[in-house]
């Protein structure tokens, strides 16, 4: 994968006892001690070959062999239910197949989680935490692998997602 970007970052706010605004009062306890927390993954697609099942070479076994380059197997507007040009592959016959390795690639992927956390101090060094925690905070749907098996009904198409869909949980958590 050619391309990956990873952003994690942890941003304590600038408010409550001993920090740069709000340090004292009751607005200190409310507004204080807040964190914020966010990752970001985002790469390229993964690279994948397209193969033909069975046993095209006659060697006794299967699912050994790539298929015939016969055609460009890129589209100028891919979809989910055709990713890459059908025609541009064909069974090979009595061979193991023309075609190079990782010629094709899935679709990108991106993904985003967010924590928002408060700090309660209890004293003796320990701490309550408050977090809310969100997987995939925008919903990104990120659609999945295509199929690359010419002899398969959903060959060409993206059948599936990868990841899931937005999570939300709450927590609370002793630090002692």
């Given at each position: 994968i050619p391309h990956i970007l990873t952003w994690a970052s942890i941003w304590e706010l600038p408010f409550g006892r001993?920090?740069?605004?709000?340090?004292?009062?009751?607005?200190?306890?409310?507004?204080?001690?807040?964190?914020?927390?966010?990752?970001?993954?985002?790469?390229?697609?993964?690279?994948?070959?397209?193969?033909?099942?069975?046993?095209?070479?006659?060697?006794?076994?299967?699912?050994?062999?790539?298929?015939?380059?016969?055609?460009?197997p890129d589209l100028d507007n891919p979809t989910a239910d055709e990713w890459f040009?059908?025609?541009?592959?064909?069974?090979?016959?009595n061979a193991f197949g023309s075609s190079d390795r990782n010629i094709i690639r899935a679709p990108s992927y991106w993904n985003v989680d967010f924590t928002l956390q408060k700090n309660i101090p209890i004293g003796g060094g320990r701490?309550?935490?408050?977090?809310?925690?969100?997987?995939?905070?925008?919903?990104?749907v990120n659609d999945g692998n295509p199929n690359v098996d010419i002899t398969n009904a959903n060959y060409s198409k993206i059948t599936g997602m990868n990841g899931r869909a937005r999570q939300i949980q709450f927590g609370v958590r002793f630090v002692y």
């Open positions: 001993g920090k740069r605004w709000l340090n004292n009062g009751a607005a200190s306890w409310i507004l204080g001690n807040w964190q914020v927390s966010w990752m970001l993954l985002a790469r390229s697609g993964q690279p994948m070959t397209v193969t033909a099942g069975g046993d095209p070479a006659n060697l006794g076994f299967s699912n050994y062999s790539r298929a015939d380059l016969v055609g460009d040009n059908k025609a541009a592959f064909a069974a090979p016959v701490q309550l935490e408050l977090r809310m925690e969100a997987f995939n905070v925008f919903n990104h």
